[in-house]
């Protein structure tokens, strides 16, 4: 079946704008993560998903930062007030157990590239 | 404070030569641990896991990788490396599978 989606693929913003990135999870998958990758950085924890649930927001730098899952599907982020700071890679993945369970992995997407101009 | 290090930020071998790639985490309870490769303008993709058991773990593409507890290290080794290693490695560790931390990353670069 099909991966983790993203979209878009690349964005481009003026700052002070607001963006929405897209993450469509693996079919049924019941955890979905956020993170984002400054370049030449490892990916950092936004925040995660069970179902509909957000359970942990704590790695979201800022109250600018929003995400949501309404139905336990699809989820968007969105950046209110871009500033330059925000540029970097946004990286999406889903889970298939429940958060706090062993033996499943995450799998990642392409992530979305943000660049703030 | 949770964290984990990977040292070498670039690598440069030799096709058939042999690979290691160092991570070292800090934790505070037994960790589980993995390592993830990315190709440019692609997402992450998992090589291997460790979460009990024996700490030899085999994974994807001929990466293994080996656990060792009184070192808090867990380094990633493939014994003759092709051009199409040539990726971006991060380790990472966590509670489960929630919230990794990931390390800096090490980059590979593979001559022929």
């Known amino acids: 079946g099909a991966g983790v989606s993203q979209s878009p693929r690349y964005k481009v913003a003026k700052r002070g704008q607001d963006v929405a990135l897209r993450c469509d999870p693996i079919s049924g998958h019941v955890s979905l993560f956020w993170y984002q990758q400054a370049l030449g950085q490892g990916p950092e924890f936004l925040t995660y998903?069970?179902?509909?649930?957000?359970?942990?927001k704590s790695g979201l730098p800022s109250d600018r930062f929003f995400a949501e899952r309404p139905e336990g599907s699809v989820s968007t982020l969105k950046i209110q007030r871009t500033q330059q700071e925000d540029s970097a890679v946004y990286l999406c993945a889903s889970s298939s157990l429940l958060t706090g369970t062993g033996g499943s992995e995450q799998y990642f997407g392409p992530g979305t590239r943000l660049t703030v101009t | 404070a949770q964290s984990v290090t990977q040292p070498d930020i670039h690598i440069t071998v030799s096709e058939g030569a042999s690979l290691e790639l160092r991570c070292n985490y800090s934790?505070?309870?037994?960790?589980?641990l993995f390592w993830y490769v990315q190709s440019p303008g692609q997402g992450l993709q998992l090589l291997l896991k460790y979460f009990s058991g024996d700490t030899l773990v085999q994974g994807i593409k001929g990466f293994e990788a080996e656990f060792k507890r009184s070192q808090s290290s867990f380094n990633l080794r493939k014994p003759s490396v092709h051009w199409s290693d040539a990726a971006e490695y991060f380790c990472?560790?966590?509670?489960?599978?929630?919230?990794?931390?990931f390390g800096t990353g090490t980059r590979l670069q593979v001559f022929p």
């Open positions: 934790y505070g309870a037994t960790p589980y």
């Open positions: 998903f069970q179902n509909e649930a957000q359970l942990d």
């Open positions: 990472a560790v966590g509670p489960n599978t929630d919230k990794l931390i």
